[in-house]
């Protein structure tokens, strides 16, 4: 493996986080939480997908995975949306601690519930993609690799025109930067905050079928690790901040990547949390974080 | 056009307003005084509907707003400039201006409703493409009054709009809330310069720790002795 394949890895493995770490740090830009059922969304989202791609066996399996890859993000947007008008929404007022402790106990229902359905045991995801890898020069990359990337870019590229172009858009940013204010602009704010945990949702469930096709093996407890990388990754970035989240997911798909070519497999995941200290000791705001001053 | 009615209202234990009665007839400029922490913000908050009362009613133009939530208040036709301005400091100042019209639909209203606050502030104009945050403390005032026009209200109620500008400034705000009435928009102003609001307003309300004290014409006040004494300096 030259460097240069190690850094597309870390591409291929980054971009999956970012899409996740958008989930985490859009939330907690307009709800200050840690929505912590953020990682088992994607576990939704894999078991969702694989259950679709396995009773569709009469399509080609690319249809089947877009087919599955729709139903992974109706799926998951429904558990977003619904789980924060349930769990959170009450609590929306209360210390910001009740609502985190329920996002544990929502984590840990979604994993539970996971394995009453499907059994607590591994199960193999269906394998779609069956391209050859793309030769470019000397270096081959494989198809996944390049397709995963190029729809994590392109739906962070959406993203990006949607929070700035559109007015739903930028009523999500005016609620994250001051609730009270947005809502005497008229702007409904429990609308607002479902439309952001359902992009976030959705998000996650594309980064979860990408995900599940790099690692075709999905089990009831496989979002918490991704799902504390890509938190890690937000945080990384700037907790609250879109593009913080992206730079932050790249940026630990590579140090991972590079740490598990050139070291050893087993640091990987120890620089990725040896990260998140070095972060929150130098930088607790994160790289592209700010703060923010007011003018009397 | 509005009526207050004995309203109650308690941030938790604290008694925050002790039954506060008033009310604002369309096509005046009316003017709650009095000083720091005397619940001058947290009377306009709960008209507003960002606090609730606990007992007494807010009724617009016939409507009761106690169970109406606050984006749905703005539909009514009522805007509030917050006190310490409230601008999105991480949005643009057309954004700005854009959250301003979110309750409007038309794009050609709305632009034409950019042309109205650029021509009161040309200052905006100028800035339109900054982000809001590198404004000046003026500017944003300017701004947090032309993102309350863009929704076309019937009641503007402004929360301190002078606080910490300049005395230049605070004519340039003032004449404009005096453009802004002319045009045709009723006006709830709250004020701790007291004789500037007294100097603009047709009617005044005192407040002192939670009760209105003194009610009358802005005139009449201006000259009432302990109005001179507590709130004029002479």
New interface residues.
């Given amino acids: 493996m030259t460097f240069v394949n190690q850094i597309i890895n870390g591409l291929h493995v980054g971009s999956i986080y970012a899409l996740i770490a958008l989930g985490y740090t859009m939330v907690y830009g307009i709800v200050k939480l840690i929505n912590f059922a953020h990682g088992d969304i994607i576990m939704v989202g894999s078991y969702t997908a694989m259950v679709i791609m396995t009773e569709l066996t009469g399509l080609p399996l690319w249809v089947g995975l877009l087919i599955a890859m729709l139903a992974a993000m109706l799926v998951c947007t429904t558990f977003g949306v619904v789980i924060e008008r349930v769990a959170y929404k009450p609590l929306r007022n209360t210390q910001r601690i009740a609502a985190l402790i329920t996002a544990i106990g929502v984590s840990l229902l979604l994993q539970n519930i996971a394995q009453l359905i499907f059994s607590p045991n591994s199960l193999p995801f269906p394998v779609a993609i069956r391209v050859p890898p793309v030769a470019i020069g000397e270096m081959t990359i494989s198809f996944i690799t390049l397709l995963t990337i190029t729809v994590s870019v392109l739906l962070m590229l959406g993203l990006q025109a949607f929070v700035h172009k559109t ?1 739903i858009g ?2 999500m ?2 609620v994250s ?2 609730r ?10 429990s609308t607002t905050i479902s439309v952001t945990f359902a992009i976030g949702s959705a998000l996650a469930a594309m980064g979860a079928v990408l995900y599940s096709t790099a690692y075709p093996i999905i089990i009831p407890t496989m979002g918490a690790m991704p799902g504390l990388k890509a938190f890690i990754a937000a945080v990384l970035g700037g907790i609250g901040v879109l593009p913080g989240a992206m730079l932050g997911g790249f940026l630990m798909g590579v140090a991972e990547s590079l740490t598990n070519g050139y070291i050893s497999s087993q640091w990987g995941d120890a620089v990725v949390f040896g990260i998140l200290i070095v972060v929150l000791l130098v930088k607790p705001s994160g790289i592209l974080g700010r703060r ?1 001053s ?3 | 056009m509005l009526i207050v009615k004995d309203i109650q209202v308690y941030y938790g234990a604290i008694h925050a307003l002790h039954g506060i009665s008033f009310e604002v007839q369309q096509g005046e400029i009316v003017t709650l005084i009095g000083a720091n922490g005397a619940g001058k913000s947290t009377v306009l908050k709960t008209i507003s509907g960002l606090l609730r009362a606990k007992s007494g009613d807010v009724v617009y133009t016939g409507k009761s707003l106690r169970n109406v939530d606050p984006h749905n208040i703005v539909k009514l036709g009522l805007a509030q400039v917050p006190e310490g301005r409230r601008i999105f400091q991480q949005m643009t100042v057309l954004e700005n201006l854009e959250m301003g019209a979110f309750i409007r639909n038309d794009r050609a209203e709305i632009e034409a409703g950019f042309e109205q606050v650029f021509q009161s502030f040309p200052r905006l104009k100028e800035r339109r493409k900054q982000l809001a945050g590198t404004l000046s403390g003026g500017e944003q005032q300017m701004l947090a009054m032309g993102r309350a026009m863009m929704s076309k209200p019937q009641l503007l109620m402004l929360d301190e709009p002078s606080m910490g500008l300049s005395p230049i400034l605070v004519n340039e705000i003032f004449s404009i809330i005096a453009q802004v009435h002319q045009s045709g928009t009723t006006v709830l102003l709250v004020e701790q310069n007291a004789r500037m609001a007294l100097s603009i307003a047709h009617r005044a309300y005192v407040l002192e720790t939670g009760r209105i004290v003194k009610s009358g014409d802005a005139k009449e006040l201006m000259d009432d002795d302990a109005i001179r004494k507590a709130y004029l300096g002479h």
Avoid: S
């Fill in positions: 007015k930028k009523a940013r005016a930067e001051d009270d204010a947005a809502q005497l602009m008229g702007i409904n704010v923010t007011e003018k009397v």
